[in-house]
């Protein structure tokens, strides 16, 4: 499968705690994306990352939230002391130089 | 401030009818539109996009229209199948910036 995969694919954990998510792109896709997305909402923007580069970060983003993409092709997501709030599905989208973003199947976080 | 709005409620439509589902948005000027269908517990999948300068675009059994006077596109699915049961959400990419924005997407059910 050439898609985008996520990992894990579900997380529970208490809060207080740190979670790490791992996306793994479309080889060649330069342009990659986080999203979040509760029950009945359209996913909301995290960040973009194009490249290696983090060039757009939510304001809605706290600093609880940090991304890395360090060579340019996976990324992970990093969220230090989760709380209950931060429960959602996480998404993560590739693109090329195209509009079209390829989404991964999410990684869906429960904070206890 | 930039918002898009889809029909929250369900539409529920029988077999082999056409679906029509809304996308509205405000203090937009977008380039272009796009169109995702998401599957419970699945990332979105893209469908289609249509630009500004085109008024209409067609695959298979999808068509979408952009009316950039009213602010509106309007997504069909002809010939409808309880396949086609999913939620449908609209993307725009916000001007200035690398993010998109999601509307809260429409649930169709395709009744047999």
């Known amino acids: 499968d050439t898609g985008v995969s996520q990992d894990p694919r579900h997380k529970i954990t208490k809060r207080g705690q740190n979670v790490t998510f791992r996306c793994d792109p479309i080889s060649e896709h330069n342009r990659l994306y986080w999203y979040r997305q509760t029950l009945g909402q359209g996913p909301e923007f995290l960040t973009y990352f194009q490249n290696e580069a983090q060039l757009e970060k939510s304001r809605l983003l706290s600093d609880r939230f940090s991304a890395e993409r360090p060579k340019g092709s996976f990324s992970t997501l990093e969220i230090q002391r989760t709380e209950q709030g931060d429960s959602a599905m996480y998404l993560c989208?590739?693109?090329?130089?195209?509009?079209?973003?390829?989404f991964g199947p999410g990684t869906r976080l429960t904070v206890l | 401030s930039q918002k898009i709005e889809q029909n929250s409620e369900a539409l529920n439509i029988q077999e082999g009818k056409t679906a029509t589902l809304t996308c509205n948005y405000t203090?937009?000027?977008?380039?272009?539109l796009q169109w995702y269908r998401q599957d419970p517990g699945r990332g979105p999948v893209f469908l289609l996009l249509?630009?500004?300068?085109?008024k209409e675009k067609r695959k298979e059994r999808l068509k979408v229209t952009f009316d950039t006077t009213l602010k509106q596109s309007l997504f069909h699915i002809t010939a409808s199948q309880p396949a086609d049961s999913a939620t449908y959400l609209c993307?725009?990419?916000?001007?200035?910036?690398?993010?998109?924005?999601f509307g809260t997407g429409t649930r169709l059910k395709v009744l047999a």
């Open positions: 203090n937009y000027s977008p380039a272009y």
């Open positions: 989208a590739s693109s090329s130089q195209a509009e079209t973003q390829y």
């Open positions: 249509i630009r500004e300068n085109e």
């Open positions: 993307a725009l990419p916000r001007s200035g910036t690398y993010k998109y924005i």
